[in-house]
């Protein structure tokens, strides 16, 4: 069974830096296409970064440079390293499996960790 | 990038009614579009890609069609389990953006 389960969120100061983790099972993460998507509070979903399978890394606009999405494989879990914390970076983290070939989906969620950016 | 439009952003309805969600794509995606549902305080769930494909496990009564700008997902008979927010979401380029959404409620 596919399971994502996301940590690492919490209260921060704008400017501030978190690490969020994704720890997946029943699926190698390294063999997969993996993202991070937030939602504000209230709000829809924003795509925040994604990572392949061969390690190529790809951002939204609004966290590039700020943002980076990495993989521990023998952990088989997934980070995302948030530098330069802004209020509008508030929101619920989930980490989803992708798949991108034929057919391509966001199939498999976690239930998200939720990031307070504040003074 | 591609830009997503779901129409109507809020949607009241009752048990047994028939419901269309719309979404719209500033440009082609061919068929790389999927929809998700999402219940307060829960991770969205998949319920359709390809623009038309269920699921694994989604009840047969949602269903999607459309392809290149303009898709529609369908619930034939809307359950109480059912009220919640639908996304749409395109596929085909990066960034695989989000429609902004369409709460469907009673």
């Known amino acids: 069974e596919v399971q994502l389960v996301e940590t690492g969120g919490g209260l921060i100061q704008p400017g501030g830096s978190l690490r969020l983790s994704c720890a997946a099972s029943?699926?190698?993460?390294?063999?997969?296409?993996v993202t991070w998507v937030r939602q504000a509070p209230g709000k829809g979903l924003e795509w925040v970064s994604v990572?392949?399978?061969?390690?190529?890394?790809y951002y939204a606009d609004s966290v590039k440079g700020r943002f980076t999405i990495s993989r521990d494989n023998s952990k088989n879990t997934l980070f995302l390293q948030m530098n330069s914390l802004r209020a509008e970076d508030t929101a619920l983290y989930y980490c989803?499996?992708?798949?991108?070939?034929?057919?391509?989906?966001?199939?498999?969620w976690g239930q998200g960790t939720l990031v307070t950016v504040s003074s | 990038d591609i830009q997503l439009t779901q129409s109507p952003s809020f949607l009241s309805a009752s048990v047994g009614d028939r419901v269309t969600i719309a979404c719209r794509a500033s440009?082609?995606?061919?068929?790389?579009l999927a929809w998700y549902q999402q219940k307060p305080g829960k991770a969205p769930t998949l319920l359709i890609y390809?623009?038309?494909t269920l699921q694994s496990g989604v009840p047969s009564r949602f269903s999607g069609s459309g392809s290149g700008t303009e898709f529609t997902l369908t619930i034939s008979s809307l359950q109480p389990e059912d009220f919640a927010t639908y996304y749409c979401?395109?596929?085909?380029?990066?960034?695989?953006?989000f429609g902004g959404g369409t709460k469907v409620e009673i």
């Open positions: 390809g623009a038309s």
């Open positions: 029943g699926f190698t993460v390294s063999s997969n296409y």
């Open positions: 990572i392949y399978s061969d390690g190529s890394t």
């Open positions: 979401q395109q596929l085909n380029s990066y960034p695989p953006i």
């Open positions: 440009q082609g995606i061919g068929s790389y």
């Open positions: 989803a499996r992708v798949v991108w070939g034929s057919y391509r989906q966001f199939d498999y």
